[in-house]
């Protein structure tokens, strides 16, 4: 599976952006299509899960409310909308694909098999 991401840029807090995920080769019923982000200095956190079956989804805490995954089973794509950015948004943001997860591992940046190259996104206060 090879993961492409796009959509990072430079936006001012309070403002949106939708990040993209095109997945190219073979996916199974039970892969599970992540987003994690990061910040300079900080390690790696999950921000978002979707289930390419079913699409049932995951949320982090601080992005919840705030941030709605989505997918596009035809497109082979996986959206990250953000809305509401803040500052402590600000980072390198990762799609991720893996199989088998559950609630309970598919917060876990280990459980992922395949990684796309990361989007920038800076918010600016």
């Known amino acids: 599976v090879q993961l492409q991401a796009s959509g990072g840029g430079l936006v001012q807090a309070g403002g949106s952006l939708r990040l993209s995920c095109a997945a190219s080769?073979?996916?199974?019923?039970?892969?599970?299509m992540g987003w994690f982000r990061q910040a300079p200095g900080k390690e790696r956190e999950f921000v978002a899960a979707i289930k390419w079956s079913g699409g049932s989804t995951r949320y982090a805490d601080y992005v919840k409310g705030r941030f709605t995954i989505s997918k596009n089973t035809a497109k082979s794509t996986v959206y990250l909308q953000m809305n509401s950015l803040v500052a402590e948004d600000t980072a390198v943001y990762y799609c991720?694909?893996?199989?088998?997860?559950?609630?309970?591992?598919?917060?876990?940046?280990?459980?992922?098999?395949?990684w796309g190259q990361g989007t920038q996104v800076t918010v600016s206060s």
């Open positions: 080769g073979r996916t199974f019923s039970n892969t599970v």
């Open positions: 991720a694909a893996g199989s088998g997860l559950i609630r309970t591992t598919m917060v876990r940046s280990s459980g992922y098999d395949y």
